[in-house]
């Protein structure tokens, strides 16, 4: 993919106008400029924007359907949080991925996590909450959700559960705003069948271990199962660029 020379920037996806309709449904976005950040973050996440892309607000504005307003906040918002550049004159551009910011980013997440089971395991009060947890994780094999954004979304809700569990507000607050961070990363690990297997197998021992106040064995486990996650997030990050700037998508 050759780049783009500064006076030519680019809309933000080959696909027309669309509506902020299209967006996520599962992010449910309460404005519009949360609307426009959502799509723009999935063309991002779904690589139909690539690093290096350059595109207007007004070129936005028009795809989407609504003004220069909402796409500004949406876009100064998506600044702040590392995903694009802005060039006086030059309009947009969509930052090359920060690896080493999301390696210190799952590194925390990591660090909360793992506190958070050694405190479920030493709590004397029942786990309760682990109940729900259960229901989903601990399935047949034949009944296992196979869906890939509907697993991406239950283990979010799984690793936040056990934080939330272990009785700290603070570290949960901490812990949902890296999840959200990571989230557009996170979710590749879920484009793969055997990932969604591995998945279902490793929350199942994690919880099991937990059950039966293992702490050692817990914390071990989880451990395992984050930094196999992340090597993988990575290396399908990576595949996906080249594919992508491979076939001419973006």
């Known amino acids: 993919m050759t780049a783009r020379r500064a006076s030519q920037p680019k809309p ?5 106008r669309r509506s902020v309709a299209g967006a996520r449904a599962a992010e449910q976005p309460a404005t519009r400029a949360q609307a426009v950040y959502a799509a723009i973050k999935d063309d991002i996440a779904e690589f139909r924007l690539l690093p290096g892309d ?10 989407l359907g609504v003004s220069r307003t909402p796409v500004r906040e949406a876009l100064y918002q998506l600044q702040r949080e590392g995903f694009l550049s802005v060039q006086f004159r ?15 980013l799952y590194d925390l ?3 909360i996590e793992l506190e958070s089971v050694r405190r479920l395991c030493d709590r004397k009060e029942s786990l309760s909450a682990l109940t729900r947890l259960e229901a989903y994780w601990l399935l047949d094999e034949s009944e296992r959700d196979n869906d890939g954004r509907s697993v991406a979304l239950q283990d979010e809700a799984f690793h936040m559960a056990l934080v939330e569990a272990a009785g700290n507000p603070e570290m949960a607050r901490v812990h949902a705003d890296v999840t959200e961070r990571i989230r557009i990363v996170r979710r590749l690990d879920f484009t793969q069948r055997e990932r969604i297997e591995t998945t279902y197998a490793e929350h199942a021992a994690i919880l099991r271990a937990i059950r039966r106040r293992g702490s050692e064995r817990a914390t071990s486990l989880l451990a395992a199962h984050i930094e196999a996650s992340r090597a993988e997030v990575r290396k399908i990050t990576l595949h ?3 594919e992508a700037r491979r076939t001419g998508r973006g």
């Open 109 to 111: 997440r990591q660090l």
């Open 12 to 16: 933000p996806s080959k696909g027309g």
């Open 240 to 242: 996906k660029l080249y």
């Open 54 to 63: 350059r595109f207007t607000e007004t070129e936005l504005a028009e795809r």
């Open 90 to 104: 030059n309009g947009w551009s969509v930052n090359p991925y920060d690896f080493d910011r999301f390696e210190n």
